[in-house]
């Protein structure tokens, strides 16, 4: 089976507003389509006030019209479930079904999102709308995919939330001694003796308790997690065999646990927006596009993702977990305080840095430019300034090349070294005041993929129950909270022959974000062979002098041998002579353990050595710097995807048919900017 359902190829296309158009206007929208050889896009997700004007009174009439002209057009639909914003009517009436901020403050109507995902008169609401979708689309040619919400995330600090979080909390801890203990209830004297004592954290004089604050985020992603499948159950029940998913919010931001999540999805759907304008954007496609697989991967071992109704995964017809880049932006990148335009070209390869790395073609937010709205200069494939545009143009473009390439769609990427990804880390970190503001999880994981990418090593991302054994290298970045149990099996790994990196602030506090004390890191000490006496958090200008030749910076520590040898050593300061960089071999395998952090081009030497000594070979040696280098394979068959990020020509001597022109090559010439596609000899 295809997936989505009815696709002849990779998806193109984006979220369509129709309703923010007149009807004159749609018509002209599908022949559009049809020249940019769009073949999906997503429809109202935002349109509940539109189809349901007044309680329980709907008007389909306009989506039926719409869902006609795409179906006559030959596109099919991601039909979204219109629940990230319900209309006016419906905050007026269920004042409660708003949402409360952590300092009390009960937000109005007036944006998207102001909900509570907790309160009962919105659960219903949502379920009584998506019902009335399937209702009336379940038979509607045009469906190919369900979309419901849109990314999720919303929080709430309300009555309904306290009574769900308690609920939530009963179910984890069972008794409150458990609940206590796991919290270090006698902390600040905050012994609870009733579970009604218990509150979401809200505003609070000083700072609050990090445990419960990494509970209440657990406790937010499993909620939203229950209103995702309450709907999906109710769709999947009326068209059992079209795909149901949801788009994930990714950035500094990460409200849900999306490896958890992709167990409940059927297709993983991500939204990405780089944050940086520089070459950083191509760094962070990368990164999120690996993530995307990665969750695919995971969902696919521990859930539904990839399945159909039948049972049959995705491997029928297609390479690896299914996942799909469902909304990017196509002429613009915003960072604080500006949109950038996107240089011609860059659109299309980060598309290409998307399907290169499995993604089942590449989606945009959104159609059109719309004429008003809050977004109103957000960038769209059809700009403001219509089809005769440099913009639209590139659209076309895009849509020609996704279609010649739609054999890629067999092929996996296989990668042998991996980078552990945790969300409960990152959310622990975020909830304590750590040794040094400059920690950021987000900032660890990307150093660590950044400097596999550059030294040219396709990148897993591995969650705790994923199979570690299939690796040559592992890599562990400020994985701040082990569990007993994954340490044993990060253990267990090494002791079978694999090769792992640890960096600093590792396996430092069990999963309720307690020390673990003896010396840090607590949970890895002994695989390690070494222990860690003391943190030295380094001021952000300050450079340590290592006897390699490189420098320490952020971070250093002290470091004491019981089994490891030293490899790297500190020079100079308090530090002096004393391990950096150590070794141990344990069982099979190796354990390396770095104190500081490296600038990232000895980061980028040290992994790509550790890399070598694993066993995993980069992707394309040929690769000039700058040129990224991606493959997807079958048994029988492989796609190399080189993106040139440089601004000038580059040559990669590679031989195979390229999927661009036909013919076959013997080196790749890439425009500055460029991409090729090729099915290597
Ligand atoms: C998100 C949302 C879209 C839109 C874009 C703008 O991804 O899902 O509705 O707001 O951001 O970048």
Redesign the pocket.
Known sequence: MRWPKGLPGLCYGG?YNPEQWPAEVWPTDVELMRRARVNLVTVG??AWSRLEPQPGRYDFDWLDRVLDLLHDGGIRVALATPTASPPPWFSLRHPDALPVTADGVRLSHGS?DTYCASAPAYRTAAREIAAALADRYRDHPALALWHVH??YGSTCHCEHVAVAFRSWLRARYGDLDRLNEAWTGSFWSQHYSGWEQIRPPRATRYLGNPSQLLDFRRFVSDELLEAYVEQRDLLRAATPDVPVTT?Y?LGGWVPVDHARWSAEVDLVAI?H?PAEAGPGAEEQTGFAADLARSWARHGQRTGRAGRTASGATNRDTSGGPAWLLM?S?PNLI?TPGRMHAKEPGRMTRHSLAHVARGSRGAMF??WRASRGGA?VF?SALLPHAGPDSRAFREAVSLGALLDRLSEVDAGTVRASVAVAWDVSSWWAMQATVLPSAQLDYLAEVSAAHRALGRAGHPVDFVTDGDDLFGYALLVLPALYLVSDRYASRIRDYVAAGGHLLVSYFSGIADEHARVRVGGYPGALRDLLGIRVEEFHPLDPATRLPLSDGSTGRLWAETVRLTGATPSVSYLGGLLDGQPALTRHGYGDGVAWYLSTRLDDDPYRDLLARLAETAGAAPTCPAAPAGVEAVRRSTAETSWLFLLNHTDSPQAVPVSGVDLLTGAHVDIVRLPAGGCAVLRED
């Open positions: 979220d997700v935002f998207r849109n990314e788009n919010v939204d927006y909304e932006a915003l937010f959104q977004e957000h």
